[in-house]
């Protein structure tokens, strides 16, 4: 799928993608999981490795997975093979970074095709300088998922729709190869997050074949094979829930992640919300980002690669590339926009399409003046960015942490109370999804008056403690931890052994 490339170009590639691994695993697990939202694929992972609940994952005991289970299957694959029992933080954000090194290598080996060799080291370059791109590969969440195999579908549709040789030779299994490549990752990206992972995909192609006048491309692509298959892989899990009438994971699923998400269930943001996400995500790379789409979309083409050697036909087949994906960025920036519910990493797919449109867009234009200081410029300040983040992120992952992280506190916990004793959690608002990842046990939320708390432990935070002090008779302290930013109090119904107290207290 790719042109021919020269060995040097080869290992100037295979550096790029060293350095994108390094950025991405360096330190991974210097900060402690303190997000509520990488803890609860956290605590589906643990329930996949810890406890075999591969298919239906519980979060603390009853609610259902808030995501697909990709991400959580490659973590869980990923441990089978390397013998691991136990989720750390490094495991947990360890597919986040291979899917995001793979990313840059999938990002160069189209660019090689597209734009040849020296755009593709650019397009990896920028890729593995791009700020949000390296530190959303550093969190255990599914976002790095989705975006490898969108990236992957986009391409391979690429490659199918222009392929390399005769038309002749369209039917050669190379080219249908790439069209079942793409059937596959549509599906893939479904299993990442949800339908949106193959809607977006199809919606900027669809809009694209417009563009192009091209229909007849769309009825050739609706073939049964590749259809089936992107089927039958995106909707494999989905079925397994209503078979098994995992009713409530479908609800959750299609309910309020996607469709609630989208019409306003879990919030609102205003349409503008994304202009400043777009321009400063990745400073000082995305303010080039936009100039690079209305390039890659304008009607009157710019002059040919300079001094490449490529014709016309190479220049207008990479011209056309861009084109899919700059409208696959307008595409996702407008349903985003009119979506209720907004968030940053929600522009994470776009970063691959957008390092291959700069590079390409920078290929075009260095005969000029301007195009000649471009080039170094954007590597030199790539290579800074690389060597600062490489440095500075696990540095700023504690600092963001910083006194939030409940590792200590469920430490202290774990040393007060047997892994069989009955543990309950009280007035603990929203974000206690850190402590049962470091607990590694379920903790099921009370409700009603804390005196009615059943026989065992309870967790609560101080405050609440006060206020219910009065009320809770037969419940009596016996841990206060300090770690995070609230302090907790762990209550015992009943007399605590002293023998079980004292070797507590002797373990400190």
Not at 134 to 163: C, H, K, N
Not at 448 to 476: N, R, S
């Amino acid at each position: 799928m790719t042109s021919n490339v020269s060995p040097g170009w080869l290992l100037a590639m295979a550096a790029v993608a060293i350095v994108a691994a390094s950025l991405t695993l360096h330190r991974l697990d210097a900060a402690d999981v303190c997000g509520y939202n990488e803890a609860v694929e956290g605590l589906s992972v643990q329930q996949m490795v810890e406890h075999g609940a591969i298919l239906f994952p519980l979060l603390n005991g009853r609610d259902p997975v808030y995501k697909p289970p990709l991400f959580h299957w490659t973590a869980t694959a990923l441990d089978r093979v390397l013998g691991i029992r136990k989720v750390t933080t490094f495991n947990l954000r360890l597919p986040s970074a291979l899917y995001a090194t793979a990313g840059v290598i999938l990002t160069m080996a189209f660019a090689a095709d597209a734009i040849g060799p020296a755009g593709a080291v650019l397009a990896g370059i920028i890729l593995a300088g791009s700020y949000q791109y390296v530190t959303q590969g550093r969190i255990g969440r599914v976002d790095m998922t989705l975006t490898f195999f969108e990236t992957l579908a986009l391409f391979s549709f690429l490659w199918w729709y222009l392929p390399r040789g005769e038309a002749s030779r369209r039917e050669q299994s190379g080219e249908q190869g790439a069209l079942y490549l793409f059937g596959l990752a549509l599906g893939l990206a479904v299993l990442s997050k949800g339908p949106v992972g193959a809607f977006l995909p199809l919606a900027s192609i669809g809009v694209f074949l417009i563009v192009e006048r091209n229909l007849d491309r769309a009825r050739a692509m609706l073939r049964p094979g590749p259809v089936i298959l992107a089927l039958v892989v995106g909707s494999s899990w989905y079925v397994a829930c209503l078979y098994g009438r995992r009713y409530g994971f479908l609800n959750r699923q299609l309910g309020s992640e996607n469709f609630g998400r989208f019409f306003g269930s879990l919030g609102a943001m205003p349409p503008w919300y994304y202009v400043v996400p777009i321009l400063l995500n990745s400073p000082p790379l995305g303010l080039l980002v936009p100039i690079a789409v209305v390039a890659a979309v304008k009607p009157n083409p710019l002059t040919p690669f300079p001094n490449s050697g490529k014709g016309d036909a190479e220049y207008f087949r990479a011209r056309t590339c861009v084109r899919l994906l700059a409208i696959f960025w307008i595409v996702s920036v407008v349903f985003f926009s009119i979506a209720a519910y907004k968030r940053r990493a929600y522009l994470l797919p776009l970063w691959p399409c957008s390092a291959v449109m700069i590079a390409w867009w920078i290929e075009t234009i260095r005969t000029n003046r301007f195009g000649r200081l471009l080039r170094p410029a954007v590597v030199a300040i790539c290579v800074g960015l690389i060597a600062v983040n490489f440095a500075w992120l696990p540095k700023k992952e504690i600092k963001d942490c910083g006194d939030d992280s409940q590792r200590g506190a469920a430490t202290d916990i774990a040393r007060v109370v047997g892994p069989d004793e009955p543990l309950f959690i009280y007035g603990i608002e929203g974000d206690y999804a850190p402590l049962l990842f470091y607990l590694d046990r379920d903790a099921p939320p009370l409700s009603g008056k804390l005196g009615d708390a059943p026989p065992g432990y309870v967790i609560v935070p101080a405050d609440v403690w006060a206020a219910h002090q009065h009320e809770a008779l037969g419940l009596e302290p016996v841990l206060t931890s300090h770690s995070g930013q609230s302090t907790l109090i762990l209550l015992h119904r009943g007399r605590v052994l002293a023998g079980r107290f004292f070797s507590w207290l002797l373990s400190l």
